[in-house]
């Protein structure tokens, strides 16, 4: 796998083009797997996963294998911007199926706790 530094950042195989047709692809399986993925990449300040926290606002298959995150942090100023969208890079790169990951680091709309899921709500106390 070749890890890209650029603003967007993105991991890719060499044989970045498509290894499967859309017809065959079973997206709603890889989708599974990619969140089971994202929610094995932790914010290193509040002790819970990225998926739950709600950094995770965009998913979108742009060919078979093929996939952009748009992803925000807690705080625009957060000192572990890179380590985060590299550990989504990571851990979805890892996936068997996925040959291209492109993370975009956005901060609009802003993040709140609202975007939390109920069970992050729950496990810091907030419900």
């Known amino acids: 796998m070749e890890l890209e530094d650029e603003m967007l950042h993105e991991v890719a195989l060499p044989h970045a083009e ?3 047709s859309a017809a065959e692809f079973d997206y709603d399986a890889v989708s599974e797997e990619v969140i089971q993925a994202l929610r094995s990449v932790y914010d290193p300040e509040i002790p819970l996963n990225i998926y739950d926290l709600g950094l995770i606002y965009r998913i ?3 060919a078979p294998g ?3 995150i748009d992803m925000t942090l807690t705080a625009p100023g957060c000192p572990v911007a890179g380590e985060m969208t590299r ?3 990571v851990a979805v790169g890892a996936i068997d199926s996925i040959q291209r990951v492109k993370v975009n680091l ?4 802003p993040w709140d706790q609202s975007r939390m899921s109920e069970e992050a ?4 106390g907030l419900m």
Do not use: C, K, R, S
């Not at 956005?106 to 709309?109: E, G, N, R, T």
């Open 106 to 109: 956005v901060f609009d709309p």
């Open 87 to 89: 550990g989504v890079q």
């Open 66 to 68: 093929m996939i952009e």
């Open 18 to 20: 498509p290894q499967t």
């Open 60 to 62: 979108e298959w742009t």
């Open 121 to 124: 709500q729950l496990e810091l």
